[in-house]
């Protein structure tokens, strides 16, 4: 099983950058998948997740209206849309799949999940 982040970068205040997760070795399609960012000195934070079906997605209120988590099974892909971002946005991003197939339940706690990749940084300054 693997996850490999990619997508971060240096980014402007207001701007925008787009996160892929390329994800293999599982049935990507019958895992929910997460976003999680870690700060330095800061815990992992929940960021946003997405169903296995695409159907329902959830975000930390923090990004809520500026972030988009997006899906493509056929690829193995997730991804993340980030608009509007801000400095406090500046982090190192991580995805990772729920621990277990098809749960209904929306966890935002990072210990459901597994199988984190080596995560990508975002910086957002002027």
Known sequence: VQV????GGLAQPGGSLR???AASGFTFSNYKMGWFRQAPGKERDFVALI???GSSTYYAD???GR??????????????????LKPEDTAL???A???????????TDRY???????GTQVTVSS
């Open 67 to 84: 972030f988009t988590i997006s899906r493509d099974n056929a690829k193995n892909t997730l991804y993340l849309q980030m608009n509007s």
């Open 19 to 21: 996160l892929s997760c």
């Open 112 to 118: 459901e999940y597994e199988y984190w990749g080596q």
């Open 97 to 107: 799949k729920d621990r277990k197939p098809r749960r209904m339940v929306p966890s």
């Open 51 to 53: 169903m296995w079906s």
């Open 93 to 95: 991003y991580y995805c």
């Open 62 to 64: 923090s990004v809520k």
């Open 4 to 7: 490999v982040e990619s997508g």
